[in-house]
């Protein structure tokens, strides 16, 4: 817990947040860091996997961490709000080809901080501080909550629908290039993560096949954005699992975070393999090739489902 906020008052921005300064008394491992809201933390040691005990160690310390937070209270309150390591990163699409870049943990704090790794110099400039309202950044984040996780898509044109305004349906970023390609008669040469936006599209803008399984492509579309999506039902399900794993034990004994984290690792290996069936299922049938069958979408619609709850059900246990 640091002393919180030095720095004048009634100031407005965001709160810059020395990380260190979250456990006092505690050296963590050396490390290096992506200053943001919810920081990436790579631990500079080579060879030493995220499991190490010295991170485990560092993990349950930042997620007790309080501190005065000057938009909240005079009084500590709780930092953290999720946190991920490789397993849980891996359930939120954080895990590329290139392994270097994976961090070895990533901290969701509430989304009034931003974490650094030194004291901040205050807007007086007179002093620096642990903690410190920085007028210089507009409060902007959001990190795995809903004041950052909606934003607005326009779409207008030939072969669109005139709904006005709607948020009828989910879409991500991911959605918009192949609803733009469908839309322009072009597809890419790869398989696209995101779907097209059928129910924004006119009957005669998108292909046979799609107008042919319409009702059971538009259902799969929904439950594969909710196993998918990094913002999506399963993602926080696991995330919420992930939390609490990474909180857990003791340097003597962390059974409980290793059987938690198998859960993880399983449930994220039943949904990739799903998800690869149902993305190649929604490119066919926007842009041609071998398309499934209705009983195909109905099974994998109600697998999606069976491993929403799952997830759920995991959550709730934790």
């Known amino acids: 817990m640091t002393s919180g906020q030095t720095c004048p ?23 290096d860091m992506h200053f943001d809201s919810a920081p990436t933390v790579y631990v500079s040691k080579a060879g030493t996997p995220p499991t190490a005990a010295e ?16 938009y909240v ?20 699409h954080m895990v590329n080809a290139d392994p270097q870049r994976t961090p070895d943990f990533t901290y969701f704090a509430n989304p009034d901080y ?29 990190d795995a909550t809903e004041d950052i996780g909606r934003t607005w898509l326009g779409i207008v044109g030939p072969g669109v629908k005139n709904l006005g305004r709607t948020s009828s349906t989910w879409s991500d970023h991911a959605d918009t290039r192949p609803t733009m390609l469908a ?13 097209v936006l059928a129910d924004f599209l006119q009957t005669q803008a998108v292909s046979r096949d799609l107008r042919a399984h319409h009702e059971s492509l538009v259902r799969l579309h929904e439950v594969y954005k909710q196993i998918a999506a990094p913002f999506g039902p399963f993602a926080h399900n696991t995330l919420l699992v992930s939390t609490h794993a ?17 859960s993880i690792a399983s449930l994220t290996s039943q949904r990739d393999t799903l ?21 195909d979408l109905k099974a994998m619609i109600a697998s999606g489902r069976q491993l929403l709850n799952q997830s759920s059900a995991l959550a709730a246990n934790s």
Request: include cysteine.
């Open 275 to 295: 998800e690869a069936r149902m993305r190649t299922a929604l490119t066919n049938a926007a842009f041609g090739g071998p398309t499934a069958s209705e009983q």
């Open 73 to 92: 209270s005079s009084s500590p309150s709780q930092v953290m709000l999720y946190m991920a390591d490789t397993v849980g990163e891996k359930a939120l």
């Open 183 to 195: 839309l322009l008669g072009l597809k890419d040469s790869y398989e696209p993560d995101g779907a």
């Open 114 to 142: 931003f974490l650094t790794t030194s004291d901040a110099k205050c807007p007086d400039d007179a002093h620096k501080a642990a903690t410190c309202v920085d007028y210089h950044f507009a409060w902007s984040h959001g």
């Open 55 to 70: 991170i485990r160690s560092w993990q349950r310390k930042l997620a007790a961490a309080q501190n005065i937070d000057p």
């Open 9 to 31: 008052a009634n100031q407005i921005g965001e709160v810059t947040q020395n990380i260190k300064a979250l456990t006092p008394g505690y050296t963590p491992p050396t490390f």
């Open 246 to 262: 990474l909180a857990s034990g003791s340097a003597t004994d962390d059974s409980h975070y290793t059987s938690v984290e198998n």
